[in-house]
C-alpha cells in the first residue's frame, strides 16, 4: 500500500501537487526533506535555491531534490507546474532503500553527480525539450488522478507512472552522465546507495570498498575521477545536507543533530560542519531563521 496522504504515516509515500502562484511551497522558508521530490515547471521563471546556490528557472525545467537538500522555492512565485514527492520505497515497498534504485542506477548518479563549477551545484536541473513538455505534463496528471481517486489497481497504476517519470529524468539526464562510463555506473549507483542508507552509522572507506567488492584504492580513484568528490567526502556531504536539514526544521541542540549524523563529539562535528559551509551550525540556524 502506498501512502497517498498523511493518513497511513506508515507506508511509502507518492504525492503529486498541482504547483502554481499560491502554492505553499511558494511561502516555505528553507527546508529539507527525507524524500525525493522532482519539481517539473510548465510555466513562468524564477530563482531555486539549493544550499547556499541559487540557479535561475524557466518553463520546462525539473528539478532533481534529493533528500536531505536544504531548497529555497520562494523564488518562483508566479511559476506553474507539477510537484512530486516519493520515497525510495514506494517503487517497491519490500526492498530496502539501498537495493530499490538498482533498476534506474542514473537517477542515484543524478542525485549525487554534480558538474565541478555549475551554479546551483546542489540541484539537479535539467530541461524538457518543447516537443515533449505535453507528454510530461500528461503523465503528472494521470498519476495525481491515480492517486487523487484511489480504485482498484492504484498500487500497481501509481508504481508505473512514477517508474515511467523517472525513466524519463534519467533519459534528460544522459548527456549530464554521458562522462561517466556506462560500466561504472552500477558501481558508482551502488556506492551511493551505501552512503544514503548508512550515513547515519558509522561507516567508511574500507566498508564501502569492501561492500562493493573493490579495493580502497581502486574505489577511491574511481569515484574521484568521475564525480570530483572522494568517497569520505560524499558520506560527509550527505552527513552535512542531514545536519543542515534537521537545523532548519527542528529544535534539536547542535550536539542532538551531530549524533544523528554518526559524529559523536560535537567539538568535531562543529568543525567539520563549518569547514564544509563557511559558518558553524548556529549560524547556519540562526541565518535562516
Not at 18 to 24: A, D, E, I, M, T
Not at 44 to 65: K, M, P
Not at 118 to 128: C, H
Not at 242 to 248: G, N, Q, Y
Request: with cysteine.
Amino acid at each position: 500500500m502506498l501512502a497517498f496522504s498523511p493518513q497511513d504515516p506508515a507506508a511509502p509515500r507518492v504525492e503529486v501537487q498541482r504547483f502554481h502562484g499560491h502554492h505553499p511551497l511558494n511561502r516555505y522558508e528553507p527546508h529539507g526533506h527525507r524524500f525525493y521530490e522532482l519539481l517539473y515547471l510548465e510555466s513562468g521563471r524564477g530563482q531555486h535555491r539549493v544550499g547556499g546556490h541559487r540557479t535561475e528557472v524557466r518553463a520546462g525545467d525539473v528539478l532533481v531534490i534529493a533528500p536531505g537538500e536544504v531548497h529555497d522555492a520562494r523564488g518562483m512565485i508566479g511559476s506553474e507546474g507539477w510537484l512530486l514527492l516519493f520515497e525510495a520505497a514506494a517503487l517497491d515497498p519490500t526492498r530496502t532503500d539501498a537495493q530499490v534504485f538498482t533498476a534506474l542506477p542514473e537517477l542515484v548518479l543524478l542525485c549525487f553527480v554534480r558538474p565541478p563549477g555549475r551554479e546551483g551545484g546542489g540541484s539537479g536541473q535539467l530541461q524538457v525539450p518543447p516537443e515533449e513538455r505535453g507528454r510530461w505534463s500528461a503523465r503528472f496528471a494521470e498519476l495525481h488522478a491515480e492517486l487523487s481517486r484511489p480504485r482498484l489497481g492504484v498500487d500497481v497504476a501509481a508504481k508505473a507512472l512514477l517508474t515511467l517519470i523517472l525513466i524519463d529524468a534519467t533519459r534528460l539526464a544522459g548527456a549530464r552522465l554521458a562522462g561517466v562510463p556506462a560500466q561504472a555506473r552500477p558501481l558508482l549507483a551502488r556506492v551511493f546507495q551505501l552512503i544514503e542508507s548508512r550515513y547515519h552509522r558509522p561507516i567508511s572507506l574500507q566498508d564501502v570498498a569492501k561492500e562493493v567488492g573493490r579495493s580502497p584504492a581502486h574505489l577511491t580513484t574511481l569515484v574521484k575521477r568521475q564525480t570530483g568528490r572522494s568517497v569520505l567526502e560524499w558520506i560527509i556531504e550527505r552527513r552535512m545536507a542531514e545536519a543542515r536539514r534537521l537545523l532548519v526544521e527542528t529544535e534539536l541542540e547542535v550536539w542532538e543533530i551531530g549524533q544523528r549524523v554518526s559524529y559523536l563529539d560535537p567539538g568535531y562535528f562543529i568543525r567539520q560542519f563549518r569547514r564544509a559551509n563557511g559558518m558553524t551550525p548556529v549560524q547556519w540556524r540562526q541565518a535562516r531563521r
